[in-house]
Antibody
Framework: QVQLQESGPGLVKPSGTLSLTCAVS?????????WSWVRQPPGKGLEWIGE???????SYSPSLQSRVTISVDKSKNQFSLNLSSVTAADTAVYFC??????????WGQGTLVTVSS | EVVLTQSPATLSLSPGNGATLSCRAS??????LAWYQQKPGQAPRLLIY???IRAAGVPARFTGSGSGTDFTLTISSLEPEDFAIYYC???????????FGQGTTLEIK
């Protein structure tokens, strides 16, 4: 059973860069899956941020594409999210998750990131 | 971009009742549609994938149906633990992009 765990700062200043890491255990990040980031503003719905696959190819939400970078570190079995030029609108719970064409079958517990000075 | 519209926004029912949740896509998504359940403070849980296949460990009272643009999640007899928020989700082939519906809150009446 694969497990995912997000880590990173819980507070980021406006105009700064949000950086999170997702550690994967119980499975290889080199498998034929997509490794994704999804966020959820407080009291709101789920928003797809983007993903990276086993070969390192990335796809991003059009609304966030200019600010998002997702990368993978196979040696550490983890992947990361960088979101630049953050504002209060980026305050959310950030989830990492594993996906394929059948949906998201494994999720991290989520981590709240607040953008505030 | 495919837009998923869920209805109703809120559904108020009693344990033992049946529930019907709808998800409509702005264009055909074939059968690549999934349903999730989310409880407060938790990550979403995959219930149904490929429109009608129950994920491992999901009770038989959850049934998914539909194809193309119209999909339904049916819960045959609500248990207390079923009261939660439900989301549908689809993935576009090209460009690769995932979309979630806005959610249906299933609350105890």
């Amino acid at each position: 059973q694969v497990q995912l765990q997000e880590s990173g700062p819980g507070l980021v200043k406006p105009s700064g860069t949000l950086s999170l890491t997702c550690a994967v255990s119980g499975g290889s990040i080199a498998s034929s899956k997509w490794w994704s980031w999804v966020r959820q503003p407080p009291g709101k719905g789920l928003e797809w941020i983007g993903e990276i696959n086993h070969s390192g190819s990335t796809s991003y939400s059009p609304s966030l594409q200019s600010r998002v970078t997702i990368s993978v570190d196979k040696s550490k079995n983890q992947f990361s999210l960088n979101l630049s030029s953050v504002t209060a609108a980026d305050t959310a719970v950030y989830f990492c998750a594993r996906a394929d064409w059948s949906g998201y079958d494994s999720w991290g517990q989520g981590t709240l990131v607040t953008v505030s000075s | 971009e495919v837009v998923l519209t869920q209805s109703p926004a809120t559904l108020s029912l009693s344990p033992g009742n049946g529930a019907t949740l709808s998800c409509r896509a702005s264009q055909s998504v074939s059968s690549y549609l999934a349903w999730y359940q989310q409880k407060p403070g938790q990550a979403p849980r995959l219930l149904i994938y490929d429109a009608s296949i129950r994920a491992a460990g999901v009770p038989a009272r959850f049934t998914g149906s539909g194809s193309g643009t119209d999909f339904t999640l049916t819960i045959s007899s609500l248990e207390p633990e079923d009261f939660a928020i439900y989301y549908c989700q689809q993935r576009s082939h090209w460009p690769p992009e995932d979309t979630f519906g806005q959610g249906t809150t299933l609350e105890i009446k």
